[in-house]
């Protein structure tokens, strides 16, 4: 039942994306798939955007454009407020579920104080203690593995092989079902061939709650690219932004062999930083091999 559950994604995916290449330039494309519909307040002031995003569009991000980067020029972790779903917030307790698992009990209990996404950021730094930079991202990655039952993963990659149709599917389950962890987000076209294959994160919500370039590296940007690869035989390249907050997200591409990522400053914001801002982060660690 899995394998046929499987193949009739794979399908429907497929003649979705062989019609909307058949009969629409990328330009269109992407026209179809523009920007969540954003509100302003209830005094008309266009200082205060809203907008809808997550699992059925069940969460909203509240933005402060006027206070996305404090006096020092790094982001302010207060200049949006989430109010998460139902099934957003389910998602979340699943994921903090896994991650205090691998933290385990004694170093998880910090966070038992808190609740929801403040838990989840409380858990990645929890991981971080006493573990090295290897050791962070393998324990992320098997995290969002054990997200997906073993047997799907292993059918997908038997059944479903690396394809234009196949990165396009990623970035749509990305924006529909990962948006809890990274916030509102949109599928844009792929700047190499206009495959609708990249999807574009107006602010990710873990860089900017965390304040720390490290774990966006070592939580964020790593364990996701080995989890596509690993889960489904897709290559995905992160690419965070650490002056605005957003992230592009590239599906079928590799990452680079010569990464900014790494050399990415500490954000006076991070309570484990080293208070400059002239070179890379102590606790970015080696960029791995692929």
């Known amino acids: 039942r899995t394998r046929a559950r499987v193949l009739m994604l794979a399908r429907d995916v497929r003649a979705h994306y062989t019609r909307s ?26 200082e205060v955007e809203v907008v809808r995003f997550g699992i059925g569009r069940g969460s909203s991000a509240t ?8 006096k020092d020029g790094v982001i302010d972790p207060r200049s949006t407020t989430y109010a998460d779903g139902a099934l957003d917030a389910l998602a979340i307790s699943l994921f903090n579920a896994k991650l205090a698992a691998v933290v385990g009990e004694e170093a998880s209990a910090s966070a038992n104080e808190k609740r929801g996404f403040e838990r989840l950021v409380a858990l990645a730094d929890a991981l971080a203690d006493g573990r090295t930079v290897v050791e962070q ?12 039952p073993a ?4 059918l997908f ?6 394809a234009p149709w196949v990165d396009e599917m990623n970035a749509y389950i990305t924006r529909e079902a990962f948006a809890w962890l990274v916030g509102p987000c949109e599928v844009m076209p792929r700047e190499s061939d ?30 996701t690219q ?3 690869k690993e889960a489904f035989g897709v290559d995905a390249r992160l690419d965070p932004n650490h002056e605005d907050g957003s992230c592009v997200m590239t599906f079928g591409v590799k990452p680079d062999i010569n990464d900014a990522a790494f050399a990415a400053p500490c954000y006076n ?14 606790r970015l660690g080696e960029q791995p091999e692929f």
């Open 21 to 46: 290449t058949r009969f629409a330039s990328p330009s269109s494309r992407h026209a179809r798939h523009a920007r969540p519909r954003a509100s302003s307040d209830s005094t008309g002031s266009t």
């Open 63 to 70: 933005y402060s454009p006027s206070a996305t980067t404090n």
């Open 137 to 148: 991202r393998a324990a992320v990655t098997r995290a969002l593995l054990s997200i997906i």
């Open 151 to 154: 047997p799907v993963r292993f």
């Open 157 to 162: 990659k038997k059944l479903i092989k690396p």
């Open 194 to 223: 206009g495959v609708m294959a990249q999807v574009k994160l107006r602010k990710c919500r873990y860089l900017e709650q965390s304040g720390c370039s490290a774990s966006c590296a070592n939580f964020c940007k790593i364990p």
């Open 226 to 228: 080995r989890f596509f």
């Open 269 to 282: 914001s991070c309570a484990k930083g080293c208070g400059t801002r002239d070179a890379p982060c102590h």
